[in-house]
């Protein structure tokens, strides 16, 4: 025995003869042993060791290469599978819907889509030579058929269209921080300038108009400063068939009056006969008429009857109604 399995030993061979195995045969276990007695030890050659593959990306670009890790778009596809590709191709759908339904939209015009919301003020046409005014018009809408008026005066219908400063100031009335106003009077009216700044005057003086208290005080100036626009408001008599040349957008209908802009427009037709409510007061409702508007003028909006019997806030539409109020001219009765 020379110390080896029999299975190790050449068949038929020699000591120190070279087996030689057939590559796609097994190899021994242990490819060389000791010879206890110094003879030579036999070799077997194995085979070439196992090379992983590597696979080349194919020229048309449809497979991976092995042993690539995928992209995010390809991890975020493996993940979710069919619906990667349908999230996308909706959110695409609700848009396009979107655009065509805005676009389609009655009565909202596509040139306007993503522009900016205006007012009222904004999109009327303003006076000849005059910027839009920034905030919105206001005024009494026109009733839907105009009521008689008790102790009618005469006044014309429509005049020249434009306006006159009457020229001329007045002193500080009140005390508090000061407000500058100019009277206007349109032309072809008939009526005298300076009776009618008198009037307004008189009106804002008053220590129950808004000054009431040292809240502000008010100074009429003329001409100069109208040019120079150092003034904060306007009071303007105009007529009832030019109240829609300096209320653009109103609706007052030649009948209310308004306030545009830095303007408080009275309507010749309202001065010259007041309302039904009023019952032929034609004095007191002038008084309410300038207060009104010029508190529009000054930011303040119109206001409700608080209740029956008692007196109307002079921000109440009383032009077109009392409702159950009594009448009132003043801001601070």
Known sequence: ??????????????????RRVHPRSTPSPADTSASPRGRSV??????????????????SGSGPVVGQRPGRVGRFVR?????????????????????????????????????????????????AGEAAPIS???????????????????????????????????????????????????????????????????????????G?????????VGAA????????????LVSPGSMETYCPGVGTGGYTSCRYGDR??????????????YEGDVATYRLYVVNHEVGHALGNGHEECPGAGQLAPVMQQQTLGLDGCRKNAWPYP
């Open 225 to 236: 400063e109208a040019a120079a626009g150092q003034f904060e408001f306007k009071v303007s």
């Open 79 to 127: 993940r979710y599978g069919w619906r990667a590709y349908a999230v996308p191709l909706l959110t695409i759908a609700t848009i396009v819907t979107l655009v065509d339904l805005a676009l389609t939209s009655p009565g909202v015009p596509a040139d306007s889509l993503g522009a900016a919301p205006t007012s009222e003020a904004a999109r009327v046409t303003p006076p």
């Open 212 to 220: 009431s208290g040292g809240r502000m005080s008010f100074q009429r």
């Open 136 to 210: 919105p018009a206001e005024g009494d809408a026109a009733p839907s058929e105009a009521p008689a008026t008790v102790g009618v005066e005469s006044y014309v219908e429509r005049g020249a269209g434009t306006l006159s400063v009457v020229d001329g100031s007045s002193a500080v009335y009140g005390t508090g921080p000061l407000q500058r106003f100019i009277v206007e009077v349109e032309d072809g009216i008939g009526v005298e300038g300076a009776p009618f700044a008198q009037a307004v005057e008189a009106t804002l003086g008053d220590p129950r108009s808004w």
């Open 42 to 59: 036999s070799t077997v050659e194995r085979p070439a060791p196992l090379v992983a593959r590597t696979e080349l990306p194919s020229t």
């Open 264 to 277: 408080a427009v009275i309507n010749l037709a309202r001065w010259a006969t007041a309302v039904p409510d």
């Open 1 to 18: 025995m020379d110390g080896r399995p029999a299975g190790d030993r050449p068949a038929g061979g020699r000591p120190g003869d070279v």
